[in-house]
């Protein structure tokens, strides 16, 4: 019995490894022969695409709903916190970006480090992910349009398409269908063309946002940022005035909704395999995005609590309201004609990673492997575009927006909170040659690591990410209850000890020092943190959110459990092998790293 299940454990826990040849490029040695995806996005095409993914729904929705509701003026900060974690968890995928430059973002830098099982999960959930933030954008989009047709084709669609079913959309939403349709067909027709789309869009949405900065500058009151509690009579719910009315507190609950605003740089790592020079291009073009976004949050949020008092703002149509206040309606319209080239342009960006993930999964054998279809002409993931779209579109057409927003959030958080961990494995992974300390210098980066150490490293992290989920979990039930039991507040604390041992413990190990273009600063800290962050913004989430997830996995297990672990490209080969590579002799991207370190070597 303990065979089968030590069985069953080795083929939950197989990993995927990569050799590197003359040119660069990442091989498989179950690749196959057959269409590759072209690499013609340069760094100016991933720099556009991730800026194009992240700065949609945000930026015309988001800070107006922090400020009045959260942060007050100081949603400027709530931002800037936001871009730190988000920050964080960049770092994270810029350099898995730089190490496996393939299709398939966090769910093939799961399948490298941790396993199959877990990659599975990371994967069917990057889907989840993509289809919804696909959906929301769509359906964003055409109720933009709707309000600037005075409602009047929501109108019509109610009356043609009504429906009555809990938890909808009201009536069947054409446009969204239509559109998504629409650029289903774009993405299909070659990445060539989207990327053009793309850049043209966002050149155009940034138009707008630099114009909403300058042109909203003119009318800045620095009273609005100064209110009394006397002043804010008029809202029951505006705080005591003055730049944090709602407080500390305040600030990061907004910082948490903000989070969400710069959700889109992964889809730069999931077209890695159709990068120029993707281990230079892909940490730039990701550190470059959250450069722009930022700035464009933070300068869109002064001056739109500039403007208007943070009590006076739209929670639905920020920009075009403020506008609208001062007394300048042409100035509205032009927010509004550009709030749909950035729609566009993030529906774009939402719609390019989620073929690719179905691609990377239909190629490794999980998902059927039609699905890994590369068109002969077009060089995309064809089967997997127009499958994915065509899902996408009927979420859009018959989903209300509130319901798929929350949704799309705990996929993300997962994703970042597994490329954390596995930035961890990575570097205290084991080189199977080496079987002793090398005691050439004393400090941890001056060593290589061995089998042993790696072991070591593998059960810290492991008690790392349980006392995170226990300290958050306990840390949020203390906010929510707002109950300070002295036994709570004890296991808090030492859990939050524990924590800090395991990577004080963690700091000590050796690690391995690959020749990487782009590596993560202040190893294990930094993943530590970000692990952290992320598991305490997913206690944050509802009880339906956790539910409806629960749904989603259970299906995706269905489908792992039923075919994608005996259809596996890694189970085909150990079966015509009759044998199984031993665990501490299958390190991922070992070949890789040693043929970095023999080439930085001879240079």
């Known amino acids: 019995m303990f065979e089968r299940i030590n069985v069953i454990s080795r083929r939950l826990s197989r990993r995927k490894t990569y050799t590197e040849n003359e040119d660069g490029d990442l091989l498989e040695s179950h690749s196959g022969t057959g269409p590759k995806l072209l690499r013609i996005l340069g760094l100016f095409d991933l720099t556009f695409l991730g800026i194009g993914s992240t700065l949609g729904v945000g930026i015309y929705v988001l800070a107006g709903s922090v400020a009045k509701d959260l942060a007050g003026p100081a949603v400027c900060l709530s931002f800037l916190v936001a871009a730190i974690a988000s920050g964080i968890a960049a770092l994270c995928y810029a350099e898995f970006g730089a190490r496996v430059p393939k299709a398939g973002s966090a769910y093939v830098y799961s399948y490298v480090t941790v396993g199959e099982f877990i990659a599975f999960i990371i994967g069917w959930n990057l889907i989840l992910e993509y289809l919804i933030g696909s959906a929301s954008v769509a359906r964003a989009l055409s109720l933009n349009v709707d309000a600037m047709a005075n409602h009047s084709m929501s109108m019509l669609f109610t009356s043609a398409t009504p429906i009555h079913i809990p938890h909808m959309s009201p009536y069947a939403d054409w446009l969204s269908l239509i559109v998504t349709l629409l650029m289903t067909i774009i993405l299909a027709i070659g990445v060539r063309s989207t990327a053009l789309f793309t850049n043209t869009f966002t050149i155009l949405n940034l138009s707008v946002v630099m114009f909403v900065i300058t042109a909203g500058a003119a009318y800045a009151k620095s009273e609005n940022w100064m209110l009394s509690t006397n002043e804010t009579h008029s809202s029951k719910s505006a705080g005591i005035g003055g730049f944090f009315p709602y407080g500390f507190s305040g600030v990061m609950a907004g910082a948490a909704k903000c989070f969400f605003g710069f959700v889109g740089f992964d889809s730069i790592a999931a077209a890695g395999e159709e990068a120029k020079n993707p281990k230079r291009n892909i940490p730039l073009s990701i550190l470059l995005t959250l450069i722009v976004v930022l700035a464009a949050y933070v300068g869109v949020s002064i001056v739109l609590t500039l403007m208007i008092p943070y009590y006076a703002q739209d929670k639905d149509t920020p920009l075009v309201h403020a506008f609208q206040q001062v007394g300048h309606s042409w100035a509205a319209w032009i927010v509004t004609v550009g709030s749909a080239f950035g729609l566009t342009a993030s529906l774009l960006g939402a719609m390019i990673p989620m073929p690719r993930v179905v691609y990377a999964m239909a190629k490794d054998g999980l998902l059927l492997r039609c699905l890994a279809a590369v068109h002969p002409k077009f060089k995309t993931p064809f089967t997997a575009t127009i499958l994915t779209g065509s899902v996408a579109a009927i979420f859009a057409m018959v989903t209300e927006l509130d319901s798929l927003v929350e949704m799309m959030s705990i996929g993300t958080l997962l994703a970042y909170t597994l490329v954390a961990v596995s930035i961890l494995i990575l570097r205290y992974e084991g080189n199977p040659a080496k079987r002793s300390v090398d005691l050439n210098g004393s400090l941890p980066w ?3 690591p061995t ?9 810290a992290i492991t008690i790392l990410c349980l006392l995170t989920v ?11 209850s707002q109950v300070y039991h002295a036994g709570l507040i004890i296991l808090l604390v ?15 190990l050796p690690r391995s020092i690959g020749a990487v273009y782009f590596m993560v600063p202040l190893v294990p800290l930094i993943p530590a943190i970000s692990i952290w962050i992320n598991v305490y913004l997913m ?3 509802s009880l339906a959110t956790w539910l409806r997830f629960v749904v989603w996995m259970a299906v995706g297990l269905l489908i792992y459990g039923g075919y994608g672990i005996g259809h596996s490209t890694l189970e085909r080969e ?19 790293l040693a043929s970095n370190e023999e080439t930085s070597q001879n240079e």
Not at 451 to 459: D, E, G, L, P
Request: glycine letters at 2%; one cysteine or more.
């Open 494 to 508: 030492s859990s939050a000890i524990s924590m800090l041992g395991s990577v004080l413990f963690l700091s000590f």
């Open 470 to 480: 226990i300290f958050c979990l306990i840390l949020t039930s203390i906010e929510q």
């Open 446 to 448: 001056k060593r290589e």
């Open 574 to 592: 150990a079966a015509s092998f009759s044998t199984f590579m031993p665990e501490e002799d299958t390190s991922p991207l070992v070949n890789l």
């Open 539 to 541: 206690f944050q989430l």
């Open 451 to 459: 089998q042993a150490s790696s072991r070591k490293s593998k059960f």
